[in-house]
């Protein structure tokens, strides 16, 4: 029971530092986590969001699409895409893939595009090592508490003994 509540505690922690993004589509606005979305597209100003559940299209400009999401987590590599820096896997030159497909970066965004990448993997890697560390701290908290009750209730029935002992004399 302590471990299915200390896994719900750390997955509520989790979901807090998740930033909600609302997009504007064609269908309606819709509300996702920021780790849903995987990429942006614009062909003729017709934006296609990809994320986790399905794609969303959308009319305007990759700028205001851009302005819209976290610089953190998105990174523009060329007029055509917008990628989430969560899901690259795999850096080729001046391409990238994300989510199984490759985008090129273009030349004068390749710098800021390494750049924003390893700030990103650091970040990442602290709040993984934050995340850690509050799931030590709890695990430690819980075992004290656990030794802390099973010493007491020893301690107790030790201290009432004697008394039960002279009840039933």
Not at 111 to 127: I, P
């Amino acid at each position: 029971a302590f471990a299915l509540k200390m896994r719900r505690a750390v997955e509520r922690c989790r979901q807090k530092r998740e930033r909600w993004l609302l997009l504007s589509t064609n269908s309606g606005a819709v509300q996702l986590q920021e780790f849903e979305l995987y990429y942006v597209e614009i062909f003729d100003h017709h934006i296609r969001y990809h994320t986790r559940q399905a794609n969303y299209d959308a009319y305007g400009t990759l700028k205001s699409v851009e302005r819209s999401l976290p610089c953190s987590s998105f990174f523009r590599c060329n007029n055509q895409c917008i990628i989430n820096l969560r899901y690259v896997t795999k850096i080729d030159g001046s391409t990238v893939v994300v989510d199984g497909r490759e985008f090129s970066v273009s030349r004068l965004r390749k710098k800021a595009f390494m750049e924003q990448l390893h700030r990103f993997a650091d970040l990442s890697w602290e709040q993984s090592a934050g995340g850690r560390q509050v799931l030590t701290a709890l695990l430690v908290l819980g075992a004290a508490l656990a030794g802390f009750f099973v010493v007491s209730a020893a301690l107790a029935r030790w201290l009432v003994r004697p008394v039960e002992e002279s009840w039933r004399q």
